[in-house]
């Protein structure tokens, strides 16, 4: 496989390029700025080697293409996420069992769960079909953990997060043997959610 650079600011070189391993390559590419002993450069290059295909391939990719993939991890080769512009969230570089774990989480976080849950269950009458804004929460969590925590914290909210819904239903279900999502909750089943805390749930779970 050859993968061949061009020079972005150069309309001729852009025509012909250079081989990327080779001197040529190697002067061009540290011309533009852009360090070929980081980790973000070899994670860009690999990642290009890899949609080339298979033996014989030849790729193309410009100075400018590089530079700009290389703003997609951190100096750790961590991919950044777009969204919330954070680190350490792929799953891809990580196996399930690093996530799939309960650890300790600020209690402020759970707090911030357990209230939107508790408000859109009430709105939505355990539909979960309205707007929701549990996104944002993950990301507050997640920029209050450092980069190694913030897989298995995600998934040790969520696991309180599913816990406070639970609560939510079985209480509708109290009241209400034959309520399901959606339906109107009772009187009594709407006054005791909301009167439930964070705490009433937590002093049940498991983990």
């Known amino acids: 496989m050859a993968l061949i650079v061009r020079d972005s600011s150069n309309m ?8 990327i391993n080779s001197q040529a390559g190697r002067d061009l590419l540290k011309k533009s700025g852009i360090n070929t002993n980081s980790v ?11 949609s080339m295909g298979g033996a ?23 991919w950044i996420n777009p969204v919330n512009g954070l680190a350490g969230l792929c799953l891809n570089e ?7 774990r309960i650890i300790s989480i600020p209690d402020s976080s759970k707090d911030e769960m357990f209230e939107l849950t508790k408000k859109e269950f009430l709105r939505d009458n355990g ?12 990301n507050n969590l997640y920029r209050k953990m450092e980069k190694s925590d913030r897989l ?11 816990a406070y819904t639970e609560k939510m239903v ?36 498991k983990f």
């Open 127 to 138: 539909s979960s079909r309205g707007e929701t804004g549990r996104t944002e929460v993950y």
């Open 40 to 50: 973000q450069y070899k994670k860009v290059i690999s990642s290009m080697y890899e």
């Open 152 to 162: 298995p914290a995600g998934y040790t909210l969520q696991e309180h997060e599913k």
């Open 94 to 100: 990580k196996g399930a069992s690093v996530r799939n």
């Open 170 to 205: 079985s209480i509708a279900k109290a009241y209400d043997p034959d309520w399901e999502a959606g339906r109107a909750l009772s009187y009594e089943a709407r006054n005791a959610i909301k009167s439930l805390t964070r705490e009433d749930v937590e002093e049940e779970l």
């Open 12 to 19: 001729f070189a852009q025509m012909s390029g250079m081989p």
């Open 56 to 78: 014989g391939a030849v790729g193309y990719t410009t100075t400018n293409a590089i530079k700009n993939r290389m703003k997609n991890y951190d100096s750790d080769g961590n």
